[in-house]
């Protein structure tokens, strides 16, 4: 597994990371074996969050990585927290009782990244830089991020911290595109024109941010997956095409389709399933094309101007 640097802070990680949202549902044999190849593929990067599974998710891994021996320095460690039920909540209290809680569930004593779950309308960013800046220096968080932030709400929190944002968040498929579409269709009319995030990708570039795609094989949240879906045949035909071509999984070039892009994105997979997390692993060999790359964005539906 390829690796990369993470944000600013001169980490190295592996490229895909383990989402354990699902986690919660695994018994905890299954979860050590999820965690096994995981680790046997170079995936080393575990991202979880307060709220997956009501924090049975990271009760579930720090079970099973005890169970199966493996040192805290084997794997990166990511949490989120501030989803409250019906409400946003990055108040410094919340942020510092939140993290005693993720240590305690992952038996832990530190975090490598604390990633604040979506955004907060009611923000102070003082109290998140305060919170920060204590977890920091108690040991018990090494770096810092965001999820689903447009750059003016990254701009916001910057301008209080004195950490730089390593991560971003942000929902990515070949079939949920808006963060490149009102790139290509600047002064245009069309609704794929409609800037929706304040050009978040080209933000973090020039920042050295570096963006999660989460729900890599999903439409939206609502609409479920796109392989299989009737819908999106055209795509489904053309990753299928690629995938012979490479002679990997179609999983691997859909993962492969978001690391070719030159921000140095990190994919985040949920898979609980040992083998398809296999076959997703598979990306690590394939650099596709820019015509490749542009076939795959085109066949979702996108018109290019």
């Known amino acids: 597994m390829t690796t990369q640097l993470i944000g600013q802070t001169g980490l190295e990680a592996s490229r895909i990371a383990l989402g354990c949202m699902r986690m919660a549902a695994l018994e905890v044999a299954q979860a050590e074996k999820i965690i096994a190849t995981a680790l046997e593929e170079g995936i ?3 991202d979880h969050a307060d709220i997956y599974g009501g924090g049975e998710s990271e009760i579930r891994f720090a079970q099973a990585a005890k169970n199966l021996g493996i040192n805290r320095d084997d794997y990166i460690l990511q949490s989120k927290c501030g989803i409250q039920k019906g409400y946003f ?10 993290v ?8 832990t004593d530190h975090l490598d990244f604390l990633v604040l779950h979506r955004p907060d309308v009611l923000v102070e960013p003082e109290e998140v830089a305060e919170a920060f800046t204590q977890l920091e220096k108690a040991g018990k968080v090494k770096h810092f991020g965001v999820s689903n932030q447009n750059r003016y709400q990254m701009e916001l929190l910057q301008a209080y911290m004195d950490q730089k944002i390593a991560v971003n968040q942000m929902q990515l498929s070949p ?3 808006p963060m490149f579409d009102a790139g290509l269709n600047v002064n245009m009319r069309s609704q794929a024109g409609i800037d929706r995030d304040n050009g978040v990708v080209e933000y973090c570039r020039l920042n050295k ?22 819908d999106y045949q055209e795509l489904n035909e053309t990753i299928e095409n690629l995938a012979n071509q490479y002679q990997v999984s179609s999983e691997a070039i859909i993962i492969a389709w978001i690391l070719r892009h030159p921000a140095q994105m990190q994919a985040i997979v949920g898979s609980m399933n040992p083998e398809r997390l ?27 101007p």
């Open 209 to 230: 941010v570096t963006i999660q795609a989460w729900s890599p094989f999903q439409i939206d949240l609502d609409k479920g997956l796109f392989t299989g879906n009737p």
């Open 89 to 98: 909540d990055f108040s410094k209290e919340h942020i510092i009782s939140s």
């Open 100 to 107: 005693e809680g993720i240590l305690s569930r992952l038996e």
């Open 278 to 304: 296999k076959k997703i692993a598979q990306a690590n060999s394939v650099n596709l094309t820019r015509t490749e790359w542009y076939d795959i964005y085109r066949s979702a539906g996108n018109i290019l």
């Open 175 to 177: 079939a949920h595109t």
């Open 44 to 46: 080393s990067f575990i």
